[in-house]
């Protein structure tokens, strides 16, 4: 079996940081450089090839020189008028977001945290924009047809997916999808020790990396609750593992506006607390 961990020892100086920040302590120092005692309690996390300063550590087949150093990072001001810059996009244009652009977003994406580091989400899109009519198409069929026959589930958003589905087919307007050429589906396994809150946060590190990037983005409730109650058949036709738990849809696509400033909301409000 190959060992995970493997040390440079022409490089490593001893300096036992990777030890010091190990946090489920897998990692002692012998002979001078650090040795993994403990492999299957590995969290994953890559922290130790992170904080090696003179890039002597590789692990799980990770080494540093596929690592970015980190230098030229986003200012607080750059950073800020990206988060007040971001909006619920709700006019796309219809092509595909290009592969490379939506790949790279994806991927970076996927470095979100997740709790325990469990990394067990599933993560789903309709990345391409005839496919994405078609299931859009398909969500409305089915609706109307449920509602012809009194059978959509009851929930207090049903009218409004009925209401919606008769949108679409008297004026083709897209009230659950606003349109989007791609929708991404997220699930987290149920096993997962953060299984409700890792989702979120991948999305939120998504949404701001493609809108960084110049690609549209808007969370949508009204297309989870269709699916949840509606449709939850469409589930596995989608992909989703009956393992996972479904947890969210984001829509993405090409924005067919441009916001000219941010939004100011004001100061925080914020209670500070004293003890
Ligand atoms: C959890 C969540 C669910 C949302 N669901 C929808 C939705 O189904 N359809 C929609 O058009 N916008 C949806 N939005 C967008 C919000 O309406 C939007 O964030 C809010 O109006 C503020 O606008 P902004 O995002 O441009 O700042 C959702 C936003 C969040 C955070």
């Given at each position: 079996?190959t ?6 020892r ?5 300096c036992?940081?990777?030890?010091s ?5 897998v990692?002692?120092?012998?002979d001078g ?5 403990n492999?299957?309690a ?14 002597a550590l590789?692990?799980?087949g ?16 750059s ?13 796309y244009r ?9 790949k790279?977003?994806?991927?970076a ?10 990394r067990?989400l599933?993560?789903?899109?309709l990345d391409d924009?005839?496919?994405m ?5 398909e969500?409305y069929?089915t609706?109307?047809d449920?509602?012809a ?10 009218t409004?997916?009925?209401?919606s589905?008769?949108?679409?087919k ?8 606003r349109g989007?050429?791609?929708c991404?589906?997220?699930g987290?396994h ?8 890792d ?10 990396l493609a ?5 549209g ?7 989870y609750w ?13 992909g989703?593992p009956?393992?996972?738990?479904f947890?969210y849809v984001?829509l993405?696509?090409?924005p067919?506006?441009?916001y000219?400033r941010?939004v100011?909301?004001?100061p ?5 607390i004293r003890w």
């Amino acid at each position: 079996m190959t060992q995970p961990l493997a040390i440079d020892r022409e490089r490593c100086i001893g300096c036992g940081l990777c030890v010091s920040d190990c946090l489920p302590r897998v990692l002692q120092m012998r002979d001078g450089a650090p040795a993994l005692i403990n492999a299957d309690a590995c969290m994953r996390c890559l922290h130790c090839l992170a904080i090696c300063p003179s890039g002597a550590l590789s692990i799980h087949g990770r080494t540093p020189e596929e690592s970015a150093p980190l230098e030229d990072l986003p200012s607080f001001s750059s950073l800020s008028r990206l988060v007040k810059g971001r909006r619920s996009v709700r006019q796309y244009r219809p092509e595909n977001v290009p592969a490379p652009v939506l790949k790279e977003i994806l991927d970076a994406a996927a470095h979100a945290p997740t709790g325990v580091n469990a990394r067990r989400l599933w993560v789903g899109i309709l990345d391409d924009a005839a496919s994405m009519n078609a299931f859009r198409a398909e969500v409305y069929e089915t609706i109307s047809d449920l509602a012809a026959r009194n059978a959509v589930p009851p929930s207090p958003r049903s009218t409004f997916f009925v209401r919606s589905a008769q949108l679409w087919k008297e004026k083709g307007e897209d009230a659950l999808f606003r349109g989007a050429p791609h929708c991404l589906l997220v699930g987290n396994h149920k096993d997962a020790p953060c299984r409700d809150q890792d989702p979120f946060i991948y999305l939120s590190y998504l949404e701001l990396l493609a809108q960084s990037r110049g690609v549209g983005s808007c969370w949508c409730g009204l297309a989870y609750w269709c699916l949840k109650l509606v449709l939850p058949d469409f589930l596995p036709r989608l992909g989703m593992p009956e393992s996972h738990s479904f947890s969210y849809v984001m829509l993405l696509g090409m924005p067919a506006v441009r916001y000219a400033r941010t939004v100011e909301h004001g100061p925080a409000l914020v209670n500070s607390i004293r003890w």
